[in-house]
């Protein structure tokens, strides 16, 4: 025959402990996540710092986050998080990221990487930016930011910033300002 079926204790202890969990799932959930059209100062004091710190518990040295919720240049919603350990960032070789950081550090590029996430997508329309230089200049520097993966080719002589890219560019760009 086959197995014996659990006792009655066994599974109203099995539906007591699921009961928790969820219970405990919800609790986190209401205090981590904002009601529905709060503020963005609510939101930032809320802060992220409390969901690390529970994440990255066992990492000596804690660690980063990044994340954002945005509604990207073609209307499409756009959420991203990463985060890693303070050690894992460290221990990297920073100078792999040179090419991917030094895409960002022209003034042209940022320019143009800038126009396409308020919606550019033509080179016609960005070459209507002042100060861009030549439209072999432009091309130039958007070949530098598809290179890098901060853009990509959306049919001939359109370029788009993929999804996965957008929510890091703010992160970094936020970064940056003083």
Do not use: C, K, N
């Not at 802060?47 to 066992?58: F, N, S, T, V």
């Not at 001939?156 to 970064?175: E, K, Q």
């Amino acid at each position: 025959m086959g197995d014996a079926a659990p006792s009655w204790d066994a599974l109203v202890g099995q539906v007591a402990e699921v009961s928790r969990r969820i219970s405990e799932l919800e609790e986190r959930v209401r205090g981590s996540t904002p009601e529905p059209g709060a503020d963005l100062a609510s939101i930032e004091a809320q802060g992220a710092l409390p969901g690390l710190r529970e994440r990255l518990e066992e990492a000596a040295r804690r660690g980063v986050v990044f994340a954002g919720s945005v509604v990207g240049p073609d209307g499409e919603p756009v959420e991203w998080e990463r985060s890693e350990a303070t050690e894992s960032v460290l221990g990297s070789d920073w100078s792999e990221t040179a090419e991917t950081l030094g895409a960002l550090g022209h003034p042209v590029r940022l320019r143009l990487i800038q126009a396409l996430a308020e919606g550019r997508t033509a080179v016609t329309e960005l070459m209507e930016l002042e100060g861009l230089g030549t439209t072999g200049q432009v091309y130039h520097h958007l070949r530098q930011l598809v290179s890098a993966g901060w853009l990509e080719t959306a049919g001939r002589g359109r370029y788009r910033i993929p999804p996965s890219r957008l929510v890091p560019l703010l992160v970094v760009v936020a970064g940056a300002r003083r």
